[in-house]
């Protein structure tokens, strides 16, 4: 019998900027998708700025630089591996003071480095399932890049963990993964063409299509005086709805007094998708104050360490929560990021099953609300999630309302509603500070009949037999409720290896 997942909690996303250099050393591999979605990612809290760093780029750049030829452009597409997904090049003089360093966290002076100076422009391309190539074009030499990296020698190559530093015979230093280190069939014609419009109007741009190839999302991410990114999904109604509800929220916030949203600018697009554009600070005040308050008021990221919630959110999902409000918007069905009734410092994500005022009644017949039986119909008999070594659950489908949901339980065990056992005392979260909490409340009996105060909502785990929630630990207030689960934007499985099929999608 599975039991109560230890390493439950939430974190936020807590990548610096400059980019710390362990990322650096990886090329920020795993937080590719952060990296493309700078702006979005700055802001909401995956790579927010401390005070004292460089988080204001220094002054926009007078003339935008000048773009490379339409030849060279078409090369590096036509040169990248197999089934690449995001292209991107950069070129120094594109990103305002130039301050590629700054941006990357490569540690110049240690390695005695003129960074702006020994680079021309940088390309990159990312394909399934975890594959990156580098192309570090101009004068830096291999040496100077293993130094930046901080590679070692491993059979007559340089390797900076599973990246390796070779010359390019053309000229520059190539950075990749083993399987993306010859020159391979090339970019689908279309993402090709899109970054070759993209570099047309600035000098730093990427593009990419994420998600499943048969509902993918476009994107589009150009620098000039702002950083400026573009999301859509054809045929597909979700990005533009996602973009109506961030400006509803950014609206509201600024309604409210909120301070340091003036650079930022969130637009729906109509019919399938959103704008987001970022002036860039020239004020160090301003550029701190910005995420923080976008991380306050309208959106901030986390990232999921456990199961609770599978197969809804999984291990490695990286998620957007909206912040507008929660407390006043949050209803039933919804998934919620909240403080810990019995230690504010914990964050969890679960769903909400019932508000203030309702009876909740969980036994072996399933669960009801208000006397009335919430449907449950199983769905798949043996339901295997990845990375979860190979244990076999029921899937069941939950109907809350209008919504609709899946929950996991053990093959033959009761109804998806019912009690499990139950759960050992929480251990430490992998970056928690402070003790570790003892179990609080006391364990769920044989059957459960609560009654839920007014301001309360009541939670479980959608992975029923393995989450810690109000069976154990009563009721949440709702002003401790910090947002609600919006889209899954990036996901990695245990392996460290991209799941694209996760990627934009809405948490329901």
């Given at each position: 019998m599975r039991t109560f997942d230890a390493e439950e909690r939430w974190s936020r996303e807590a990548s610096p900027t400059p980019i710390e250099a362990p990322c650096a050393r990886r090329l920020c591999g795993s937080s590719m998708l952060a990296s493309v979605l700078a702006a979005v990612h700055l802001l909401a809290g995956c790579a927010g700025s401390a005070p004292g760093s460089s988080a204001a780029l220094g002054p926009a750049p007078t003339t935008p630089a000048e773009p490379h030829p339409v030849e060279d452009r078409r090369t590096f597409a036509e040169r990248a591996p197999a089934r690449t997904r995001l292209l991107a090049q950069i070129d120094p003089k594109a990103l305002p003071a130039g301050n590629i360093g700054a941006v990357v966290g490569w540690d110049a002076e240690r390695c005695g480095v003129d960074v702006e100076k020994s680079i021309s422009r940088v390309q990159i391309a990312v394909a399934e399932p975890a594959e990156i190539r580098a192309d570090i074009l101009g004068s830096l030499t291999i040496e100077d890049v293993g130094c930046l990296l901080e590679a070692e020698p491993d059979g007559g190559r340089l390797r900076a963990g599973p990246l390796e530093i070779v010359a390019l015979p053309r000229g520059g230093v190539r950075v990749a993964t083993p399987r993306a280190l010859a020159d391979g069939p090339g970019a689908n014609v279309a993402l090709a063409r899109r970054l070759d419009q993209a570099l047309s109007r600035s000098g730093a741009a990427a593009v990419a299509d994420l998600g499943p190839a048969d509902?993918?999302?476009?994107?589009?991410?150009?620098?000039?005086?702002?950083?400026?990114?573009?999301?859509?999904?054809?045929?597909?109604?979700?990005?533009?709805?996602?973009?109506?509800?961030?400006?509803?929220?950014?609206?509201?916030?600024?309604?409210?007094?909120?301070?340091?949203?003036?650079?930022?600018?969130?637009?729906?697009?109509?019919?399938?998708?959103?704008?987001?554009?970022?002036?860039?600070?020239?004020?160090?005040?301003?550029?701190?104050?910005?995420?923080?308050?976008?991380?306050?008021?309208?959106?901030?990221?986390?990232?999921?360490?456990?199961?609770?919630?599978?197969?809804?959110?999984?291990?490695?999902?990286?998620?957007?929560?909206?912040?507008?409000?929660?407390?006043?918007?949050?209803?039933?069905?919804?998934?919620?990021?909240?403080?810990?009734?019995?230690?504010?410092r914990q964050r969890f994500i679960k769903r909400i099953i019932?508000?203030?005022?309702?009876?909740?009644?969980?036994?072996?017949?399933?669960?009801?609300?208000?006397?009335?039986?919430?449907?449950?119909?199983?769905?798949?008999?043996?339901?295997?999630?990845?990375?979860?070594?190979?244990?076999?659950?029921?899937?069941?489908?939950?109907?809350?309302?209008?919504?609709?949901?899946?929950?996991?339980?053990?093959?033959?065990?009761?109804?998806?509603?019912?009690?499990?056992?139950?759960?050992?005392?929480?251990?430490?979260?992998?970056?928690?500070?402070?003790?570790?909490?003892?179990?609080?409340?006391?364990?769920?009996?044989?059957?459960?009949?609560?009654?839920?105060?007014?301001?309360?909502?009541?939670?479980?785990?959608?992975?029923?037999?393995?989450?810690?929630?109000?069976?154990?630990?009563?009721?949440?207030?709702?002003?401790?409720?910090?947002?609600?689960?919006?889209?899954?934007?990036?996901?990695?499985?245990?392996?460290?290896l991209s799941r694209w099929d996760r990627i934009g999608l809405p948490v329901r």
């Open positions: 509902a993918a999302i476009e994107l589009v991410a150009t620098v000039t005086d702002h950083l400026e990114a573009r999301l859509s999904s054809p045929g597909r109604s979700d990005a533009s709805l996602a973009g109506a509800r961030l400006a509803e929220a950014l609206a509201t916030a600024r309604q409210d007094g909120a301070a340091g949203l003036e650079p930022l600018e969130i637009v729906a697009a109509p019919p399938d998708g959103l704008v987001m554009r970022v002036k860039i600070a020239t004020d160090a005040a301003l550029a701190v104050a910005t995420p923080l308050a976008v991380r306050r008021h309208v959106i901030e990221s986390f990232k999921v360490p456990s199961g609770s919630m599978s197969p809804t959110v999984m291990p490695g999902d990286h998620l957007f929560v909206l912040k507008d409000r929660p407390g006043e918007r949050a209803g039933r069905g919804d998934v919620i990021v909240f403080r810990s009734p019995a230690d504010p019932a508000t203030g005022g309702d009876r909740v009644q969980i036994d072996a017949g399933g669960l009801r609300i208000n006397g009335r039986q919430v449907p449950s119909e199983l769905v798949g008999a043996e339901h295997v999630i990845p990375g979860d070594g190979g244990h076999p659950y029921e899937l069941w489908q939950e109907t809350l309302g209008e919504r609709r949901y899946p929950v996991l339980r053990p093959p033959g065990g009761p109804a998806p509603s019912a009690p499990g056992p139950a759960p050992s005392a929480p251990g430490p979260a992998p970056s928690a500070s402070g003790p570790a909490p003892s179990a609080s409340g006391p364990a769920p009996s044989a059957s459960i009949d609560a009654k839920v105060p007014r301001g309360s909502v009541y939670v479980l785990g959608d992975n029923r037999d393995n989450s810690y929630d109000s069976r154990h630990f009563g009721p949440v207030p709702v002003e401790a409720i910090e947002g609600i689960a919006a889209v899954i934007y990036f996901s990695i499985d245990t392996n460290g």
